[in-house]
């Protein structure tokens, strides 16, 4: 929302351009901070340097050119460095088929720049140049250079009409006319969701007083509510009938007849252009301009176009299915039965409260209007213009909950405007569609509230002073502050509300900041937080990174991992295809990140994430939200071969982080049916080398992840170097069963004994099962010796046309009494070799 | 001799051997296979062709075998490995990477440490949702439905209407319905949701669809502005280990009321000016307010007893200011280079 000094000025009572001579970066902080951030604080003046009014006194044909114009122009001898004749007139060359002698123009002297290029890049400065041979200083300017409307059919020519005498004089600085020389603020309009008055002129002013400590005082036309409109000169006929008051609460409109719709005058074309909004004719702009000030929108229709019969018939109603209508612009939309449409009686004549129909557009050649004021409820006017992508100046309005009490006033002051501008015109009786008027409500506000919440120690009379500064009208009572919230503020609806407003006006900043007082007691620990923190520590010691990825990845990817991208959530908004869904498991996304990684120069490394991946139509049992799999991803990758199966290295990974968590585990070797139940994790893996992770809750081991490495498909895809391998798994279980808390093991003062032994077994045996066999049979044989010993496997070796296999341990013997001797260890292995 | 009895004998002896190799090709090298031509010269003469045939389709019948477990081997040309050991059949232990090459990710490394703050003046831990629904996105923050302000969450939307939470207050409700007995019991529900929002955004150096911020609420009675001041100038000058200046702008969130812009003194040039804070000397950090009586009232507690405030602040623009850290895409990219920093 751009807001002009000077139009604010203007409707205001009272002085309230003090502000402007504070320092640039202190109106900055006090607008910031007392009214809202803003994108940017332009000095629109600032683009008219070095433009004059100057006379065309002399025009003669261009030797050289059948459209250009030799002009001799007087600028009262404002221009200094400018080369002048001996009568003190400048050369200027001008191809503008309106320029004549005697005129009164704008002239952008050499060195100033053009004022709609300011903005640009590379703005365009004049020079002395010569065109077609003939030298020209400068150049004489049309609306459009001059940045006041997009007109360029050729220069502006003043008159009588828009200047008084004393200005209307070669000399006279641009930028002193129609309150060009400005200061505009364009505040965010995120800031005003909430406060449909400062979508107008007026609302802001009222808060630039506010801040400065001014009471504002509204324009007397725009307090009153029940404004007395002109006798009805106008025979013209209108009827209004509105069929649903649910979502249009209030409608009203007027007829005005023997209108001429010409362009407006220079003043209100460059009020609204340098507020952005495009001037287009004299009745348009009359709407804007009271937007603007009010931000009440309203809109125009050709009188003559919606007629049928003898008069015209508005109704208002919900579009029909699949009806059709063009709006302004030309562009055809289907409405549907949630759309609000104003028709003739019978189509659409537009969009209500968004845009108007093309059918019923006011042009050059329209004589009668119906000018509609009417309120229309925000989230309908939100739906209808984010199904049809329209985002005008009306929607931004009424989306923010414009009162009703409005609707009236701001025709009224249309139709006093139009009358201003076209004496000539005859205006109707105002149809006003529902009768029933707004009602002032008023809110007691307790005093100590206020100052609960503030953190402050304001007296009822401070409340109320702050409070009136912006029409907020309010005295002391008892205890409390009587508040009336005005019409226009329809936001202010709680007590929380209008401290909002104590706390702003009196100033955010000085309140005392001070901590909570609270009562200690210790903060709880979420289980699942602390074990991501201690696999991220332990992982990353272990020389794996961490990383992270996004949720959404595309189909393909999926497809490339051996996923089913069917159960998978999708994204219907998605940037582009390559973020369409949400992630199944984390490792794709890794195997993902492998390749780059590796062709930047890294030859070796370990990439982990902790994260969430969903699976559709998997949900929660109480909240029936989709469930959310905390997960732990894991990928190992070498570009040269390692030695042996690199599942080893992602197995040895994943085995020292469950000691480390002293989560009891085993690894198994997956049958069809478990892999499958493991998809979509085991999706990238390949079965015969993977194995299953086992967790032990209770007594019972659970199928808790997978460990292994990829199938060829996948390798493939990826571009996978020579060894990669990886796990994924499950956390939750394990978050409920960790515990970083060391085994500790007391010492043993005596020295212990190391001792070989080596089995060979088939080479189908699984490891697992020889180990915990040897296990048991040390047991046995040590029986109740009290002798502990240790287990290590050393190696695995095969010979290549064996069928066997031979695993060696290292064991470690002690006594926690004794030193025990070799003989004694020595005869209990030999007993377990044997029995083997 | 009945050659034939021989042969069922062998065939059997074969089989097994073949279930029994690694090299499943080596079954044809099988002496048994070899010893049954040996018999060949042995046999009587009318019965030489018959048993000629009879070794001959053996062979076939093994060669077929031999082809047919190649053909499965190639659709998985790794062999079956003993995924309960250690290591693998005549290899070294594996080794992990070296200890110097391990890194923990930036915004985790952040969040910890953000985390660890607010442990220590009270505030309790949760982690955020990747998927929720419109209403602990929307509704519960008092953004009624079809409400204009809702348009300045670019959401993403799953088909089924699930969102993408494009901010951490989507925990709010449930933080707040979880901890409202503490109210009773006099104390406070203080919480921070340090986690991963997402908007929908084109991507720039400075602009990412995934991203996370830290949330914070604190109710109780009596609890004011001041004391939300306070609070966030205390975590802040904890993180940046010294006193900093706070500053407040108005501002407008749904769910707050008032709702403010926060800014602090430039930590990096102590307030003379800087590139990082654009020589304003202060840094615009983060949204908060005081929470909207709606949003406590639809947790359950009554508001007219109990207020509080909340805020919300970006966790990559803390680390990009403090390490100088140019373009947010890298934090997602999983590039080493960049990670290894850390």
């Given at each position: 929302m751009k807001y002009s000094f000077n139009l604010g000025q203007q409707i205001s009572k009272k002085d309230i351009s003090k502000i402007l001579n504070l320092s640039s970066a202190d109106l900055a902080e006090k607008l910031n901070s007392q009214i809202g951030a803003f994108d940017e604080i332009i000095n629109w003046g600032a683009r008219y340097e070095g433009i004059y009014l100057a006379k065309?006194?002399?025009?003669?044909?261009?030797?050289?050119?059948?459209?250009?114009?030799?002009?001799?122009?007087?600028?009262?001898?404002?221009?200094?460095?400018?080369?002048?004749?001996?009568?003190?007139?400048?050369?200027?060359?001008?191809?503008?088929?309106?320029?004549?002698?005697?005129?009164?123009?704008?002239?952008?002297?050499?060195?100033?720049?053009?004022?709609?290029?300011?903005?640009?890049?590379?703005?365009?400065?004049?020079?002395?140049?010569?065109?077609?041979?003939?030298?020209?200083?400068?150049?004489?300017?049309?609306?459009?250079?001059?940045?006041?409307?997009?007109?360029?059919?050729?220069?502006?020519?003043?008159?009588?009409?828009?200047?008084?005498?004393?200005?209307?004089?070669?000399?006279?600085?641009?930028?002193?006319?129609?309150?060009?020389?400005?200061?505009?603020?364009?505040?965010?309009?995120?800031?005003?969701?909430?406060?449909?008055?400062?979508?107008?002129?007026?609302?802001?002013?009222?808060?630039?007083?506010?801040?400065?400590?001014?009471?504002?005082?509204?324009?007397?036309?725009?307090?009153?509510?029940?404004?007395?409109?002109?006798?009805?000169?106008?025979?013209?006929?209108?009827?209004?009938?509105?069929?649903?008051?649910?979502?249009?609460?209030?409608?009203?409109?007027?007829?005005?007849?023997?209108?001429?719709?010409?362009?407006?005058?220079?003043?209100?074309?460059?009020?609204?252009?340098?507020?952005?909004?495009?001037?287009?004719?004299?009745?348009?702009?009359?709407?804007?301009?009271?937007?603007?000030?009010t931000g009440q929108p309203l809109h125009a229709f050709d009188y003559d176009k919606i007629k049928s019969g003898l008069g015209t018939k508005i109704n208002i109603r919900k579009a029909k299915n699949s009806e059709k209508l063009t709006i302004l612009g030309g562009k055809e939309i289907t409405l549907d039965k949630s759309d609000i449409v104003i028709t003739d009686g019978k189509n659409p004549i537009a969009l209500g409260g968004v845009m108007g129909g093309a059918n019923s557009e006011v042009d050059n050649n329209t004589k009668n209007i119906v000018i509609e004021s009417a309120n229309f409820n925000m989230y309908a006017i939100r739906r209808t213009s984010m199904r049809h992508g329209l985002f005008t100046d009306a929607v931004t309005r009424f989306t923010k909950s414009q009162p009703e009490a409005q609707t009236k006033i701001v025709l009224a002051k249309a139709i006093d405007m139009v009358k201003e501008f076209l004496p000539n015109s005859k205006s109707s009786e105002v149809i006003i569609s529902n009768k029933k008027e707004f009602e002032y409500e008023h809110l007691n506000l307790p005093r100590q509230k206020v100052n609960t919440i503030l953190g402050l120690d304001l007296s009822r009379e401070q409340i109320s002073d702050i409070l009136n500064l912006v029409e907020i009208y309010s005295h002391e009572m008892l205890d409390e502050v009587c508040v009336t919230p005005p019409f226009w503020r329809t936001d202010l609806e709680l007590e929380e509300d209008i401290i909002e407003e104590i706390g702003r006006l009196y100033g955010f900043n000085k309140i005392d900041a001070k901590l909570p007082i609270r009562r200690v007691a210790p903060v709880l620990k979420d289980p699942i937080i602390e074990l991501k923190k201690a696999i991220r520590a332990h992982l990353s010691k272990l020389g794996a990174n961490e990383v992270l990825t996004y949720n959404f990845v595309s189909e393909k990817l999926l497809k490339r991992a051996g996923q089913d991208p069917e159960m998978a959530y999708k994204i219907r908004n998605a940037l582009s295809p390559e973020l369409q869904c949400y992630r199944l498991s984390l490792v794709p996304n890794l195997l993902d990140k492998i390749h780059s990684n590796l062709k930047s120069g890294q030859d070796q490394f370990a990439l982990f994430e902790l994260g969430k991946s969903h699976i559709k139509n998997l949900l929660e049992k109480d909240t029936k939200l989709p469930l959310e799999f905390q997960r732990l991803g894991f990928v190992y990758a070498n570009k040269d071969k390692s030695n042996g199966a690199t599942y080893y290295i992602a197995k040895k990974y994943l085995e020292n982080l469950l000691s480390y968590l002293n989560i009891e585990h085993r690894f198994i070797t997956l049958e069809k049916e478990a892999f499958e139940s493991l998809a979509p994790i085991s999706s990238p893996f390949q079965s015969e080398r993977s194995a299953g992770l086992e967790v032990k809750v209770g007594s019972k081991f659970e199928l808790r992840g997978i460990v292994g490495e990829f199938n060829e498909d996948i390798t493939k895809n990826f571009k996978l170097p020579e060894s990669s391998a990886g796990f994924e798994l499950d956390l939750v279980t394990i978050s409920e069963n960790f515990s970083l808390d060391p085994n500790y093991n007391p010492l043993i003062k005596f020295p212990s004994i190391l001792q070989d032994i080596t089995i060979k077994v088939p080479s189908k045996a699984l490891f697992a099962e020889v180990e915990s066999e040897l296990r048991l049979k040390f047991k046995k044989h040590l029986g109740n010796s009290r002798i502990n010993f240790t287990l290590r496997p050393i190696s695995i070796f095969k010979k290549e046309d064996s069928n066997n296999k031979s695993i060696a341990f290292s064991i470690e013997f002690n006594h926690p009494e004794k030193t025990l001797n070799t003989p004694e260890v020595s005869k209990i292995v030999e007993k377990v070799k044997r029995s083997h | 001799m009945d050659y034939k009895k021989e042969i069922e004998k062998v065939r059997e002896l074969l089989n097994e051997e073949f279930i029994e190799l690694d090299d499943k090709s080596r079954i044809l090298k099988s002496p048994k296979l070899k010893a049954l031509y040996a018999l060949l010269p042995k046999v009587a003469a009318e019965h030489k062709k018959d048993l000629g045939i009879a070794i001959?389709?053996?062979?076939?019948?093994?060669?077929?075998?031999?082809?047919?477990?190649?053909?499965?081997?190639?659709?998985?040309?790794?062999?079956?490995?003993?995924?309960?050991?250690?290591?693998?059949?005549?290899?070294?232990?594996?080794?992990?990477?070296?200890?110097?090459?391990?890194?923990?990710?930036?915004?985790?490394?952040?969040?910890?440490?953000?985390?660890?703050?607010?442990?220590?003046?009270?505030?309790?831990?949760?982690?955020?949702?990747?998927?929720?629904?419109?209403?602990?996105?929307?509704?519960s923050l008092n953004f009624p439905e079809d409400h204009p302000a809702r348009d300045d969450y670019d959401t993403f939307v799953t088909e089924e209407e699930l969102v993408a939470p494009a901010h951490t207050s989507t925990m709010q409700n449930r933080i707040l319905s979880l901890r409202k007995d503490n109210l009773k019991a006099g104390l406070p529900i203080a919480a921070a949701v340090p986690d991963r929002v997402y908007r929908n955004e084109d991507v720039d150096a400075r602009h990412e669809h995934t991203f996370y911020q830290v949330e914070g609420i604190y109710v109780d009675k009596d609890v004011n502005v001041g004391n939300l001041i306070a609070t966030l100038k205390t975590f802040l000058s904890a993180y940046y280990g010294k006193e900093v200046e706070t500053r407040i702008n108005p501002f407008y969130f749904p769910f707050t009321e008032p709702s403010f812009e926060f800014a602090l003194s430039c930590p990096f040039c102590d307030k003379k000016g800087c590139h990082i804070c654009s020589q304003s000397g202060w840094i615009e950090l983060l949204g908060c307010g005081m929470i909207h009586p709606n949003v406590i009232e639809m947790a359950g507690i009554d508001s007219k007893q109990y207020s509080g405030f909340a805020f919300g602040c970006g966790i990559e623009r803390l680390i990009m200011m403090k390490y100088g850290i140019e373009d947010v895409r890298l934090f997602h990219s999983a590039k080493l280079k960049f990670l290894k920093q850390f």
């Open positions: 065309i006194v002399k025009l003669e044909k261009h030797p050289d050119a059948d459209k250009l114009n030799i002009c001799k122009i007087d600028d009262g001898g404002a221009a200094k460095k400018v080369e002048r004749d001996k009568d003190g007139l400048i050369q200027v060359v001008c191809g503008a088929p309106n320029a004549k002698e005697g005129i009164m123009v704008a002239w952008i002297s050499p060195g100033s720049t053009v004022p709609s290029t300011y903005d640009d890049k590379e703005p365009f400065v004049l020079s002395k140049i010569k065109l077609r041979g003939v030298e020209s200083n400068g150049m004489l300017a049309s609306e459009k250079e001059l940045a006041i409307s997009e007109d360029h059919s050729g220069i502006l020519e003043l008159t009588e009409k828009d200047l008084n005498k004393k200005l209307l004089k070669p000399g006279t600085l641009f930028k002193n006319l129609f309150g060009l020389d400005d200061i505009i603020v364009d505040f965010e309009n995120k800031m005003f969701t909430h406060r449909p008055d400062c979508f107008g002129h007026i609302g802001i002013a009222r808060e630039i007083a506010g801040i400065q400590s001014i009471n504002f005082e509204s324009p007397d036309w725009y307090k009153n509510i029940d404004p007395i409109f002109p006798k009805a000169t106008s025979k013209l006929k209108l009827e209004v009938e509105n069929s649903i008051e649910d979502v249009v609460p209030k409608y009203s409109a007027v007829c005005i007849e023997d209108i001429k719709v010409e362009p407006s005058p220079i003043w209100l074309k460059a009020t609204l252009y340098k507020l952005g909004i495009r001037p287009i004719n004299n009745i348009v702009d009359i709407t804007n301009y009271l937007m603007i000030l | 001959n389709k053996l062979k076939d019948e093994l060669e077929a075998k031999v082809k047919e477990e190649s053909k499965k081997d190639s659709s998985s040309k790794l062999k079956l490995i003993d995924v309960t050991a250690p290591f693998d059949i005549n290899a070294k232990l594996p080794e992990f990477l070296e200890s110097e090459d391990g890194s923990i990710h930036p915004i985790s490394q952040e969040i910890e440490k953000v985390s660890e703050i607010f442990n220590s003046i009270g505030f309790e831990i949760f982690e955020s949702r990747n998927i929720d629904d419109a209403w602990h996105m929307f509704t």
